[in-house]
């Protein structure tokens, strides 16, 4: 169950960014973008930091969790480079920050 609320906070905490970055008029579909995004990322990090391969450590994950989300919401959305990246961004931080924030 814990997993399941730490994945609903990131959810919640990426639109409410998104939403703000995009000042209320995000590209067409970006909530369900950003659902699919995490449902992707969150399960494999998730697994880096919990699994066998939990010695990678917390930022190295994190770096690749941005670096896929990024390419994601560039392949999906259809962004200019510099906006994906900066979603990508933008929402991670927020969701780090929340990371050690939360329990």
Do not use: Q
């Amino acid at each position: 169950m814990i997993y399941l609320g730490t994945l609903f906070a990131t959810v919640i905490a990426e639109l409410l960014v998104a939403a703000l970055l995009f000042k209320g008029r995000p590209p067409k579909d970006l909530w369900t973008v950003i659902l699919c995004v995490n449902l992707c990322t969150h399960p494999v990090a998730s697994f880096l930091l919990n699994g066998p391969w939990h010695g990678l450590g917390f930022w190295p994950i994190e770096w690749l969790v941005l670096l896929a989300e990024f390419a994601m919401y560039l392949w999906v959305t259809h962004l200019k480079t510099s906006r994906a990246a900066y979603l990508s961004l933008a929402t991670n931080g927020c969701t780090v920050a929340l990371s050690f924030l939360l329990p």
